[in-house]
């Protein structure tokens, strides 16, 4: 399988992007999806995930309330909305696939990253 993220760029604090990331295969649908980031000088972190029917998520505290992550099993997609974008936001965003048989809620679940897509968020 390979994974694509796109969507990433410069915003203005307080603006917003939507990330995507494409699927090739025709196993997307069984498979619980996540996002990571990785800021400058930091170590990947879990952002998000979704179970493989899209109905539960989780998010990392620091982007709960402002982070959607939703995904559309019949275009092969994931996404993440992001509102009130902040500067500490600023990394590259991996989509990122987990366990078949897991639940996708937690980042000990996942053991495949995409390329990943740069997200600059300016003061």
């Known amino acids: 399988v390979q994974l694509q993220a796109s969507g990433g760029g410069l915003v203005q604090a307080g603006g917003s992007l939507r990330l995507s990331c494409a699927a090739s295969g025709r196993t997307f649908s069984l498979y619980p999806m996540g996002w990571f980031r990785q800021a400058p000088g930091k170590e990947r972190e879990f952002v998000s995930g979704i179970n493989w029917s899209g109905d539960s998520t989780s998010y990392a505290d620091s982007v709960k309330g402002r982070f959607t992550i939703s995904r559309d099993n019949a275009k092969n997609t994931m996404y993440l909305q992001m509102n009130s974008l902040k500067p500490e936001d600023t990394a590259i965003y991996y989509c990122?696939?987990?366990?078949?048989?897991?639940?996708?809620?937690?980042?000990?679940?996942?053991?495949?990253w995409g390329q990943g897509t740069l997200v600059t968020v300016s003061s």
């Open positions: 990122a696939r987990g366990d078949r048989w897991s639940t996708g809620l937690s980042p000990a679940e996942y053991n495949y």
